[in-house]
C-alpha cells in the first residue's frame, strides 16, 4: 500500500534526514509506481544515529618494519562499538581529502555513511524507485542504520566516488564547482524515453566524472586480433584501472606465437603482448586511491601457446623466492654474524665466520611488498591473476584417457600440437605446487548456468573470478556480514530481517548501473543492457565458528549452502519486483528462456538439499528432480542439469545429514522463495549474486575483528595483514570467543581462552579493552593443571606482582608497549602474540576442537581443514550463486603434485566452477603473515639458531670423533736411548729403554729387571709394553708418570742410574722399580723441554763433577718443572717439628722441605 505523502510534481522538494541534514529531491512527473521501504531496523521519526555513543579518535598505522606511521588522521569520529582495525583501514580507504582545513575533508565515517546513502537517495527518487517521499527517507535511515552497525557495506568504488557532486545539494551548494574537472573520462548509457529496444541505447561521454560516478568494481573485457585493437585495448584497460576497478579478460583470440604472419615470421603471441598490459596495470594506482590495479587473464587449453601460459607466473615466482628467501635471508644472516662474530658462544662464532665468509653483492634487503621494487617494478605479471580455460571437449577427452589439441587461431581447422589431456593438469599441478598459479575455470560448468546463452558463451571472469559474464559488462559489488544476523539468544538467524536488507541492497545495486558511470563505452553499454549485481556475503565461516560448527561438516555445509540460497532468492525476488516497477533489463526479452533456465535449476537443487534432512537416497532423488524438470533446465558442452545435480550432492560427506535447526529454518524460507520467483514476470536484472572476496569492504564491516572473508574459513585465528599502501595489522577472530561460549564455557574460560590464541593484546579484548578487567581476571585463582602455556609464561613474568593490582596494571601497560614499540624480548614476545590456536588450552574437549580449524596451522598447532573440506564447501553454495565463490582451496605444505591434480579434478565433478589452490609455503609473499612450520624456515632468527645448533652438533662429533683412542706407533727407524739404573743398593738391577718420536717425544718403554724369565722381569717387561701403547694412543707422558710416582714396593731405597759417571745423580732414592722408572722418565723429558728427549751430548756437557763428589746441575737440570714439584708433594705428610706440609720422602726416609728435620738413620 503506497503512502500518501506524494509531492507535487512541479517543485523540488526538500526531505531532512536528520542530524542537521536536508537533502534536495528531483521534480518528478511520474508519481505514480515505485517500490515501498518497511523500515525493519529503524523507527519512523527518529534518526539511525540517535541511538549510537560517538566518540572521536586518532588513527594510526604503523608500519611494523620500519617502527614509523605509514598513517595518520587525528580525530576521527566513529561509533564507540566499532573496534580499530574497521576504523583505521575504513578511515585510510575510504574518508575523502587530506587537508583537514579544506571543506570537502571528512573527518568522520559518518561522512562517509551520508555520503552514500543520501546520494542513493537522490537517485533513487529520480527515477522512481520510491513511490512516496516517506519511503524515501526509510530507504535513506535504513542503509544508514546497516552501515553504521557494520552490517553491510558496497564495494570499493562506491566509498571512493559516490556522493562526491550530490553532497554538495545539502551543505556547501556554492562549492560543486570544485568538482569540476576532476576525475577521469567516463560514459553512461540510456535508451531513449518510450523506446524499448536495446538496438537503439546510447552512450555519451560525460563532461564530468563525478555527475554519474562508477561504482562497479568488476569490468569484463575481450580483445580483438590486430595491433590496433591490442593496442586500444591497454588504452581502456588503463581508463578502468585509474576509475578504481579491476579486469578480466580472456587472451585466446590472439593469434600464438606459433602462427606465422604476413610477409615473414611468427606472431608475438599473447603473453608477449600481456608483458605490457601487466606493467600498465602496475603503473597505475586504482582510482588514482591506495589500491593496486588487479587483472585476470585466461586462456583455453586448445591454445597453442598454453603450456607456456601455464608456466610464465611460475618462472618469475622463482626470481622472487631467490630473492627474498635467500638473498634477504642471508642479509639478515650477516648482520647477526657481525655480532656474533665478536661476543658469541664458540658455536655462534664459528656459525658466524661461515656466514661471513658467503659472497654477497649487496646487502640490501629487498621489500616483499606488491609496490616495492621486486614485485612492482621488476618481476613480471605481477599484477594478474591467471587461470586456464578448460572447456566440456577438454573434459571429455581426459575422463576417457584420450588425446587432446592445440589449434591455430587464425585457423581453428589446423592442429599445433596433440597431447594426452592430463598432460595439461600435468603442468597445472606442477607448476600449481611451486607458485600456486595458475587457477582452473571449468568452462563448461560456467555456461550451464550462463543466464544470458542466446547472446554468447561466458569466457571470462572478473579478477577474484566470482563474477562470470559475456564481455563489456560490469559488476558492482556488495556484501553482508551474515553473523549480524544471527540471533545468539535464540541461536536462530533472523531471516526476515536479512531479507529485508537484501532487498535494501539490490536497489542501491542496481542504481549504480541506473546512474553510474563507467571507463568506456562499451562497458557501459552491456552493463546497461544486461544489468548485473553482485550481491554476496562475508564472514560464512565466522558464523559456523559462532555456532560452534565445524567449517569442514556436512552440516555447516547445509548452513552455508541455504544461506547462500536465501541470498539469491531474495536477490532474484527484489529483481522482479524492480522488474514490474520499473522495467526488465533491456535484454530480457531476448534472453528470458535462458534466464528461466537457470532460475529452474537453482529451485531444483534447492529441492535436492531437502533430501539430506530426510534421508533420502540423494542420488536416486536428482534423478527423479531432473527427469521431472529435465526439459526446463539447461545444458551446455556435453553437461546436462543432472550433472549439476548429482555434484552438488558428491559435495557431502554423507548422503543423511543431521540437518541444524538453523538449516531447516533457512529450507522452508527458500522453497517459499524459489516458487515466488520462477513465478514473476519480469526481472531487472540478469545476473544477481557472487561470493566476493570482501577484501577492504570487511573493515568497515568490522570482519578483520570479528570473523572471515566471504565464504573462507579463518586462515589461522590469528594472523597479521600486510596493507597495499603500506603497513600491517594483527587480526584476532574474536568469533571463536563466541564459539566457545555456544559450546557452553565460562566468561572465565572464554577469557583464558583469548590469552592462549591471541596472548596479551586477545585478553585485553575479551575483557572489553578494561584494564581492570583484565587484572581481575588474572588475579583469579586457576588451578595448575588447568592453566595453558601463554598463561604459565605470563605468571612467570608479572607473577610475584599478581596480589598488588597497581604493580600489575602497571606491568601489564609496560608489556604492551614493548609489544608496540619493538622491544619486548622472546618471552615477552610470546606472551603479547598468543599461539595462535586453541590446541593446548587444557580444559578444552577434543570433540569440540573441530569448530576452530582453519586454513592453516599455525604456531605449534598441527591441526587445520584439509583440502576436501575446502572443496566440498565450494560445490555445496555453487548452485546457488549467479556467479562463483572467490575462495581458496588451501593443501599443506607437504602436498604432491598428484594431490592439486586430484584437487582439479575433484571440483569439476562437484561442479565447481572456478578453482584456485594454494599449497602451504608456495609463493614468496602471502597476504596474511602467520607463523606456520613450513615458513619459518626462511624466518633468519630460525635459520640462525638452526645453523649455530648445526655447528654444535658438528664441532661436537669432530670432538667426539677426535677424542676415539686411535693408535699412532713409533716408525720403523727411530731414536731411543738405554739406561742402566740400580734399586735397593744393588739388590736389582736393570735396563731401561726410551724410544721417541720424531718430534723427540716418548712413544715406547722397554724394560728389563733382575734375570730373563723370572716373575719381576715378567712383571717389569709387560708393564713396560702397556705403559708403551698407552702413549702411542696418545695418553700424555705427564698422566703417566703423575699415575704411577711413588707406587710403592720392595726392592727400593738407594738408586743409582748409569755409570759410574753419575749420569742422573739427581734420582737418588725410589719407592719401587716403577717409581724409579717415573723418575728416570721424568729427567729424560723434562716439561722445560716440552716433554721431548733431551740430546744425550747436551745432559754430559751439562753435568759438572765438584771436587768434594757433589753434582751441580746447570740451570737446565735445576730448573724443576712444575709437575715435578706436584708429584714430590703428593708423597706429602705433616712434619712432626714443623707441622708442615712439605714432610715427603727420600727413599725410605722422610724429611722436611720447610724446617729440615729428618726421619731416618741413613745419615744423609
Known sequence: MKSLDVPSPSTETSLNVGFGQSIQLDPREDLLGGLTIERVFTEDGKNPYESIVWERRDVVIMDWKTGKPSYERKGVEVPSFWAENALKITASKYLFGRDPDTPEYEDSVRHAFDR????????????????????????????????????????????????????????????????????????????????????NLEVKELSNAYTHPQASACFLMGIEDSMEKILSHQIAEGGVFSSGSGIGVNLSSIRSSKEPIAGKGFASGPISFDKGFDRMAGAIKSGGKTRRAARMVLLFADHPDIFQFISTKNEQEDIGKIVLREHNVSVALKKKAEVFAVKGSPAERMAARIVLDMPMVTDRQYDSGMDELLYGETLGHQNANHSVSLKGDFWKAYQTKGEYATRWVSDPTKVEDTFKAEEILDAIAECVWHNAEPGTHNNDFINIWNPVKSDGDISTSNPCSEYLHLNFTSCNLSSFNVFRFYDRDEKKMKVEKLQKAIRLAMIAADLNIEEGGFPISEIAAGTYRYRTTGIGYANVGGLLMAMGIPYDSDEGRLIASQLVSLLTSTCWKASSEMGQELGAYPRFESTEADLREVLELHKAVQDLSGAFAEGKDVEKEAEVIFKKRGSRLPMSQGLTALDVLKGYAKSFEKHSVDAPEIAKQLQDVNAATWTEVLAAKRFRNSFTTVMAPTGTISAPMGVYDEGTTSAEPDYTLVKYKNLSGGGMLKMFNTLALEGLRTQGYTTHQVREAALEVAGLDGL??????????????????????????????????????????SKLEACLEELREKGQTGGANDEESIVLAGASHVEDIPWLKSEHLGAFDCSATSGTGVRSIQAKGHMRMLGAIQPFLSGATSKTVNLPYTATREDIKQCLVDCHEMGVKCVALYRADSKGISVFNVDTPEGRKWNPEYVWDGLVEGVRQQVGEIVQEASKPRRVRLPGRRLSQTLKFEVGGGLMEGFLTVGVYPDGSCGEVFGRVGQAGSFANGMFESFCKAFSISLQYGVPLSSLVESFRYTAFDPSGFTKVGDQDGVADQIKSCKSVVDAMMQILQWLFPESNGERLLDYAANVEHVAKTESGDVTVTPVEAKKSDLFKSIQNKSAESCPKCGSMAYVHDGKCRSCRDCGFKDGGCGE
Open 764 to 805: 585485553f579484548t575479551a575483557c572489553d579493552s578494561k584494564m581492570a578487567a583484565v587484572a581481575r581476571h588474572l588475579r583469579h585463582y586457576m588451578e595448575e593443571s588447568q592453566i595453558g602455556p601463554i598463561r604459565h609464561k605470563l605468571n612467570e613474568l608479572i607473577g610475584f606482582k599478581i596480589g598488588d593490582a
Open 116 to 199: 552514500i546513502a543520501n546520494t542513493y537517495t537522490v537517485w533513487g527518487w529520480r527515477h522512481g524507485y520510491f513511490a512516496t517521499t516517506g519511503d524515501a527517507l526509510a530507504y535513506n535511515h535504513e542503509l544508514k542504520y546497516l552501515l553504521a552497525y557494520q552490517m553491510w557495506a558496497p564495494n570499493s568504488p562506491v566509498w571512493f566516488n559516490i556522493g562526491h557532486w550530490e553532497q554538495w545539494r545539502w551543505g556547501r551548494p556554492d562549492l560543486r564547482p570544485t568538482m569540476d574537472n576532476r576525475g577521469n573520462k567516463a560514459y553512461k548509457a540510456i535508451i531513449p524515453e518510450g523506446d524499448d529496444d536495446d538496438r
